[in-house]
């Protein structure tokens, strides 16, 4: 049984009959193998041809160990099958598959269908959609379901999704059927009785303002808008038979009103589907943290969310937790104080839900600064010391890295102060965290040095520009649109889009203990204006309080620049590869070539422009022989598959593909072939090597 030692257990076969010695042995052998993944190392995995995560491994490493496919012969790549999402309704490629028991799984379209696909042909075999509610249609992150979660139920094999009307389900994943006396029933027409868990019901059981509200629960509504929202976008994460639930609400950036719900980490049982824990991501009287939110904001604001994936030590027992901003993007007056755990890392016993150790990013975030990928953990030796390590990165172009075990930073963080809002209620904290190393692997401030400089001409325009704005850094605080500067508004770098973002998670070399991070330059601007103003804007708004202010003009694109170009100077985007047993960059390259219309813009004609990047994240991956990635080729039209030197960033081979690939892929191995699959719009793209 989970958490039983070989000791004891043996103590109990002693107290067995007599039986016979082979059947003795038979059952210490189902022990074992029942145990066998308590224990496992994070970056282990029990069949290397498998991809049960959606980061490859527990730790979201983004790695895998076939070598079938490597530097020698990646040139000899071609597509074997594509696989479309149009009878689905197509999606963002943001859904990594997982491959187990000879199966791709995955999620399409805004229902978040459950697709499972044959590995060799690409033919789907079975599908899975929950019925339609008012849930699911207010859903702002319905298209952008990341995948599903791969477990084991007595060698039943089961597939676990978390829909975006906030419903989990576990299908067996051999037929798509749901799971049998698995869950609660759900009281819908068509939903079924067994298989499922309304999560909305233990999300907001003790949850004071729906307990105050005396209202009778609709599961087809979830809770009332008037209170607040919630949603999903990553699939759960299964530890030592416990499954981990993240969620999401509504994009920050839509929100105007100062009521929502905390997006509070749920826990269920991976056999009955029963409820086990919850960890509230906004402290309650007598937490810890609970002081960060004065004003009794705790008793009425939400979000804190944690809508990247989850990572995952089960060998510690440990859960690793990143999370969004409170509720409203870009102002924060009405609940003033550090307001932890948003924009933090959390790691929690996965076994009880109890916080081990925390780390906040971000103090009273108002830049959108959540975090935006998955945990990566794998050990690093350092000065001869093997360390359990987690490293973050993130939108600000900050790779935190801490043990794993312990939360103590790897190499120190310190606080440093940082400029103070001017928008009227606002109350920004004093000083920020900034890890002394990695150092940033993009631009953190945009100066006049920064700004585009391929002629004199489009130097002077690009200064005309910015003379609107109030230059600044990664916290730069956002202005109000009628300021007394009389300027446009602020800019910060990175911005939403720069940095680490969504789709561009970072990968990482288990062996080496190098990580490769991909980066958008990238520098953004936002105007507040008063909430009223922007509430108008919205046919169905959460919550009931207007705030005095939210989000009004301004682009997470950033600021344009001279005559469409890019304001800033290039690169666009770029990989940086982390040496983690010194702290050190090794190396950066453009992430790809040179986009088209820089290349034709009459502007630059005649003039020897440098690789720039393309103004986009990308996928990698990382092989024992080599680092892969998508981008747009050098002509700045053609996507294709990079092959690249793990050591020195130079480029080994490349193959097109017939979509940008982006966020992520994978590779497995079946029937003694390897496969690299991509994520392109509309489609996921299977490489095998050649057969002639």
């Known amino acids: 049984m989970p958490g039983k030692s070989i000791v004891d257990s043996r103590s109990t076969i002693r107290r067995l009959p007599v039986i016979h010695l082979a059947s003795l042995c038979l059952l210490l052998l189902q022990f074992m193998v029942f145990n066998s993944s308590y224990g496992q190392h994070v970056n282990e995995r029990a069949d290397p041809s498998e991809w049960r995560y959606i980061g490859g491994d527990a730790g979201h490493t983004r790695s895998t160990p076939l070598n079938q496919i490597n530097p020698e012969n990646f040139a000899d790549l ?18 990594t598959p997982v491959y187990a028991d000879g199966k791709l799984f995955t999620v399409a379209g805004s229902r978040r269908h459950v697709v499972a696909i044959d590995p060799v042909s690409g033919e789907t075999l079975w599908s899975f959609r929950e019925p339609n509610t008012f849930r699911w249609e207010y859903s702002m992150r319905a298209p952008w379901g990341k995948g599903v979660a791969y477990a084991e139920i007595d060698g039943r094999g ?60 609709d599961p087809y509504e979830g809770i009332p808008l008037e209170l607040g929202y919630i949603t999903n976008s990553s699939p759960p994460i299964v530890v030592n038979d416990t499954i981990v639930v ?30 086990k824990w919850k960890f509230h991501v906004i402290p309650r009287p007598g937490e810890v943290g609970h002081e960060t939110w004065e004003n009794d904001a705790w008793s009425y604001t939400g979000d804190v969310s944690s809508w990247a994936p989850l990572s995952a030590d089960p060998e510690l027992g440990l859960v690793y937790v990143p999370t969004n901003a409170a509720t409203i993007d870009f102002y924060g007056g009405f609940q003033p104080g550090d307001n932890l755990f948003s924009a933090s890392l959390i790691a929690l016993d996965v076994a009880t839900g109890e916080r081990r150790w925390h780390f906040q990013m971000v103090h009273h975030d108002v830049w959108n600064n959540d975090t935006p990928t998955a945990p990566l953990l794998m050990d690093v030796n350092i000065g001869g010391r093997r360390v359990p390590g987690v490293f973050q990165a993130t939108k600000q172009a900050f790779l935190y890295s801490f043990n794993r ?75 109000q649109k009628d300021n007394p500067e009389g300027l446009i508004g602020s800019i910060w770098c990175p911005g939403e889009l720069g940095g680490t973002n969504i789709t561009g998670p970072p990968a990482a070399d288990p062996e080496t203990g190098i990580i490769y991070t991909i980066s958008r330059t990238n520098c953004g601007w936002r105007t507040i204006v008063p909430g009223e103003e922007r509430d108008i804007l919205l046919e169905l708004p959460t919550g009931l309080t207007i705030a005095d202010y939210a ?94 030197d793990k050591a020195s960033g130079q480029r080994l081979g490349s193959v097109e593909s017939p979509g940008l690939g982006m966020y992520g892929m994978m590779s497995y191995m079946h029937d003694g072939t390897q496969r690299i699959v991509l994520q392109t719009p509309g489609q996921l793209v299977a490489y095998r090597l050649s057969q002639e």
């Open 78 to 95: 071609e597509i074997e099958w594509v696989w479309s999402d149009a009878s689905f309704g197509s999606t963002p490629p943001r859904s």
């Open 158 to 217: 089961v597939v676990l999704i978390v829909t975006p009307a906030f419903f989990l389900y576990a299908l067996d994943a051999n037929t798509g059927d749901l799971l049998e006396n698995w869950g609660t029933s759900i009281p819908l027409e068509g939903f079924p009785q067994t298989g499922g868990v309304d999560l909305v019901t233990d999300l907001i059981s003790d949850w004071g303002p729906w307990i105050n509200s005396g209202r009778t629960y």
């Open 246 to 275: 993240g969620n999401s609400a509504e994009q920050g950036y839509n929100q105007t009103r100062t009521e929502n719900v905390p997006g509070d980490i749920l826990a269920y049982d991976l056999r009955t589907g029963k409820f």
């Open 405 to 479: 075990e312990t939360g103590e930073p790897i190499w120190p963080i310190v606080e440093r102060e940082v400029p103070q809002s001017k928008v009227p209620g606002e109350q920004l904290s004093p000083t920020q965290p900034f890890p002394t190393k990695p150092a940033p692997y993009d631009i953190q401030a945009l100066t006049e040095d920064g700004l585009i400089d391929f002629t004199p001409e489009l130097r002077a325009e690009a200064l005309a520009i910015v003379a609107d704005y109030q230059l600044g850094g990664i916290f730069n605080p956002p202005m």
């Open 551 to 644: 989000v009004g003009l301004g682009t997470p694109n950033g600021v344009r620049g001279p005559r469409g170009l890019p304001l800033e100077k290039p690169p666009y985007s770029r990989i940086t590869a982390i040496d983690l047993k010194t702290g050190e960059h090794l190396w950066w390259i453009p992430n790809g070539g040179t986009p088209r219309f820089v290349q034709e813009h009459p502007a630059l004609q005649g003039l020897d422009i440098p690789p720039t990047g393309n103004i986009n994240h990308s996928a990698l991956m990382v092989t024992p022989g080599m680092l892969l990635h998508t981008a747009i080729g050098d002509d700045g039209l053609t996507p294709y598959l990079f092959a690249i």
